[in-house]
């Protein structure tokens, strides 16, 4: 069956330090995958997505690089500011012989520190 | 302009109430989506509807009971709140089952 996983949480980091949140997923076909951002207080909203093998998506410093070989998507961010600290969830949609699947992972709250 | 509005933003009632939460969405979109988020951020689909049609009803107690009078409204309503009710619950909507899901601001829901 279809799923996404997560690194878990918390990740701390301080100003200007290096950012990767792993995200595997397990899928039958091939699936479009995303990167949502949850800041406090706030409804999720996208950060990015990829649609197709070696895509990259891109947005606010963040990227995130489709690897089929891996069945990974994970997220990057060379220099982290103290207003990222969110919960970034990795997520995945798919149809497969008309079932649709849309599956978040359980969520990596990050804490940037000034 | 919101995209997509819940109300009420807060919920505070007692066990045994009943309570309903509307959701609107004015993107134009075909498919929209009940979540519930607990306190650790997990979020868990509990409904789906693609125009007006019921398509996701995942397991949840029936005292849930989603609405959609057209496809600019999710309405969901809980019967006989119990305190594991307590949640923040997210509307979404997505112009297709596969793409961008827009969320709302969310309803936390307390039950005293």
């Known amino acids: 069956g279809n799923s996404v996983t997560q690194m878990e949480g918390p990740v701390t980091l301080s100003e200007e330090a290096f950012l990767t949140i792993n995200c595997t997923y397990t899928?039958?076909?091939?699936?479009?995958l995303f990167w949502y951002v949850q800041y406090p207080g706030e409804g999720l909203q996208l950060l990015l997505k990829?649609?197709?093998?070696?895509d990259k998506g891109s947005n606010k410093g963040f990227e995130a690089t489709y690897r089929k070989e891996t069945t990974s998507f994970h997220l990057e961010k060379g220099s982290v500011q103290v207003s990222d600290s969110a919960v970034y969830f990795c997520?995945?949609?798919?149809?497969?012989?008309?079932?649709?699947?849309?599956?978040f992972g359980t969520g990596t709250r990050l804490k940037v520190l000034a | 302009d919101t995209a997509v509005s819940q109300t009420p933003k807060y919920l505070v009632t007692q066990m045994g109430n009943d309570k309903s939460i509307k959701c609107e969405q004015n993107?134009?979109?075909?498919?929209m989506y009940w979540y519930k988020q607990d306190s650790k951020k997990f979020l868990k689909i509990m409904f789906s509807?693609?125009?007006?049609?019921?398509?996701i009803n995942e397991t949840v107690p029936n005292r849930f009971s989603p609405k959609s009078p057209d496809k600019a409204h999710l309405n969901l309503h809980i019967n006989s709140l119990e305190l594991g009710d307590s949640a923040v619950y997210f509307c979404?909507?997505?112009?297709?089952?596969?793409?961008?899901?827009?969320f709302g601001p969310g309803t936390r829901l307390t039950v005293l």
């Open positions: 979404a909507s997505s112009p297709t089952r596969t793409d961008t899901q827009y």
């Open positions: 899928a039958t076909g091939y699936p479009s």
């Open positions: 990829a649609t197709k093998a070696d």
């Open positions: 997520a995945l949609s798919e149809v497969t012989s008309g079932t649709y699947k849309y599956i």
């Open positions: 993107l134009g979109h075909d498919t």
């Open positions: 509807y693609n125009n007006k049609e019921l398509i």
